[in-house]
């Protein structure tokens, strides 16, 4: 499907620029996105990528990652029956899910493409998504938010008087969002559109009776017994935690917000990372592992998925710049206008709802702008804030998310994901309108 997508955002894109005589504007449109994929996204990711596989090395080698995944056990073997439940895959989509609650993006882009290189070594056909790839992608892109931080910084900037309003709006929205983007891709995968092709014979071949499938994605070394923790390592790491809770409280209780809630949230967002980066290597060393050789080892891979996934950033970024460019969304806009009138879902709306499977950066703008032509305390600003925390940008997931595993035939990816954003999008609307009239 997304091979059709791509190439209508293309044609449209030209045919558009043509009749509008628009054409410059949608080339030079094309070239910035390409420049912008390369030079702003891919690159950056690279700095990012090392850090995160480094820090997920010593996760792994400290044996979270592990006790993480056997915690939630149960709920993984129902949505993931394909996923062995000893499988490194497992702890990799727990934590980039609760990277995504926490609103970390730059961490949760590392651990997502990390839990997709995971899945891939479980992969019998490369080049075509599994069923665990699709349903993680829908889990993805309808990903419960506990606080949409950028929609709240963009209202408390332009004066509204309660930013944090739409916390539990998103909360519920995106709920809804990812229930239906499960239920979907679980629906899809048994479409014979979407089926699954036949297996070669090289694949049908078994595997040796002395290795297990899924042992090829163990962490190297990973195996080799750990000494036990000191007990003087025990009393660092309640030190350590107690730390960590003083900072907790002071920021809770010396935080303006009235509402507990946020105050909570806002405070875990803030110190999230800061722990992250320490606990994982403080438990790692006091349990004998080398720290410093286990993060270099573990973020080699940074700089190579960074490079893999430029063509597919390049590919989707050129194509949707060149449509928006081209005036697409306006004319999709006008078009849906009267249908929606009908349905009480405000035209306003219809652009951001349209931008924000396609760019981040492009629904941003739009809520911006929104949010300067309505007023920050309208009812229009509101929705336009929970539609952006509840929903994600799906075709940039899934072509960053396959493109860094080479995997060409996403299936139900896509309509699993795009039922996921339009679900979010209209319990939105129907969720503030029945909390803020």
């Known amino acids: 499907m997304l091979n059709y997508i791509w190439l209508g955002l293309l044609l449209l894109a030209v045919v558009l620029g043509g009749i509008n005589g628009s054409l410059d504007q949608v080339t030079q449109a094309g070239l910035e996105r390409a420049e912008y994929a390369v030079m702003k996204l891919a690159l950056p990711l690279a700095g990012i990528m090392a850090l995160w596989l480094g820090l997920m090395r010593l996760a792994e ?4 990652v592990q006790a993480l995944a056997g915690l939630l056990r149960p709920l993984l073997r129902r949505l993931f029956p394909d996923v062995p439940a000893d499988h490194p895959a497992l702890g990799s989509m727990v934590m980039n899910m609760a990277a995504n609650m926490l609103g970390l993006a730059n961490a949760a882009t590392p651990l997502g ?28 892109t309808g990903s419960i938010q506990l606080l949409p931080l950028t929609a709240i910084g963009v209202l408390a ?15 519920l929205a995106s709920f809804c969002a990812t229930v239906a983007g499960i239920s979907a891709a679980k629906w899809m995968e048994r479409w014979p559109l979407f089926r699954l092709p036949a297996r070669s014979d090289a694949e049908q071949t078994p595997a040796p009776p002395d290795v297990e499938p899924h042992e090829v994605a163990a962490v190297p070394g990973a195996t080799e017994p750990l000494r036990p923790m000191p007990f003087w390592g025990g009393l660092i790491i309640v030190g350590f935690v107690g730390f960590f809770v003083y900072l907790f409280l002071l920021q809770v209780l010396a935080a303006d917000e009235s509402r507990l809630f946020v105050r909570v949230v806002k405070t875990a967002s803030l110190l999230a990372v800061p722990f992250l980066f320490t606990w994982f290597p403080l438990v790692a060393a006091l349990k004998g592992v080398k720290v410093y050789e286990e993060f270099v080892e573990g973020g080699k891979e940074g700089f190579q998925v960074a490079l893999r996934i430029i063509p597919f950033l390049v590919a ?23 249908i929606l009138e009908r349905l009480r879902f405000p035209a306003e709306l219809v652009p951001l709802c349209l931008m924000r499977p396609l760019s981040g950066s492009g629904t941003l703008g739009l809520f911006t702008d929104l949010v300067k032509t309505h007023g920050a305390d309208s009812l229009l600003a509101t929705m336009g804030g929970t539609i952006f925390g509840s929903t994600e940008t799906t ?29 979010g999008m209209v319990a939105s609307v129907l969720i503030c309108r029945w909390m803020f009239g």
Do not use: W
């Not at 080698?61 to 979270?64: E, H, I, L, Q, S």
């Not at 900037?157 to 909360?171: C, D, F, N, Q, S």
């Not at 989707?316 to 969304?329: P, Y």
């Open 61 to 64: 080698r400290a044996g979270f």
């Open 113 to 140: 493409l990390r839990a997709m290189k995971d899945l891939e070594t479980l992969n019998p056909r490369p080049g075509t998504a599994s069923n665990a790839m699709c349903t993680f992608l829908a889990i993805n």
């Open 157 to 171: 900037v332009h004066g509204a008087v309660h930013p944090t309003a739409i916390v539990g709006p998103a909360l």
């Open 316 to 338: 989707i970024l050129v194509a949707v710049g060149m449509f928006r460019a081209a005036g697409g969304i306006e004319l999709v806009t006008q078009g849906l206008r009267p």
């Open 395 to 423: 075709l940039y997931v899934v072509a960053v998310y396959f493109g860094s595993v080479a995997v060409h035939r996403t299936r139900h990816a896509v309509p699993a994901g795009l039922v996921a954003d339009g679900v």
